[in-house]
Nanobody
Framework: QVHLVESGGGLVQPGGSLRLSCAASGSIFRIYYMAWYRQAPGEQREYVATITHDNTTNYADPVKGRFTISRDNAKTTVYLQMNSLTPEDTALYFC???????????????WGQGTLVTVSS
């Protein structure tokens, strides 16, 4: 019903920056929130940041002051600007969205396939 496609991942040197994008498509009625999660090798998936339909944002402590989440005017694309990257930021980054579809009644949770971010010299 709702497809999420992440892009922008890649290899970055420590201290560098990277901007991730997540585009939503499908029979979308409304997207209530979009978020980013990440999973490093051997670790559990962890929350990174969220932006709601009214542009309220929230960040996990490890990324506060370094990462910025935002949306486009149509609110169908979410971005994650990542600055001052460290090797600890290396992970598979997943896009997450809560949305209603045109033929549905309630909010459902959707996930993208992930984009890999590697921070290394």
């Amino acid at each position: 019903q709702v497809h999420l496609v992440e892009s922008g991942g890649g290899l970055v040197q420590p201290g560098g920056s990277l901007r991730l994008s997540c585009a939503a498509s499908g029979s979308i009625f409304r997207i209530y929130y979009m978020a980013w999660y990440r999973q490093a090798p051997g670790e559990q998936r962890e929350y990174v940041a969220t932006i709601t339909h009214d542009n309220t944002t929230n960040y996990a402590d490890p990324v506060k002051g370094r990462f910025t989440i935002s949306r486009d005017n149509a609110k169908t694309t979410v971005y994650l600007q990542m600055n001052s990257l460290t090797p600890e930021d290396t992970a598979l980054y997943f896009c997450n969205a809560g949305a209603t579809v045109r033929t549905g009644r309630g909010v459902s949770d959707y996930w993208g396939q992930g984009t890999l971010v590697t921070v290394s010299s």
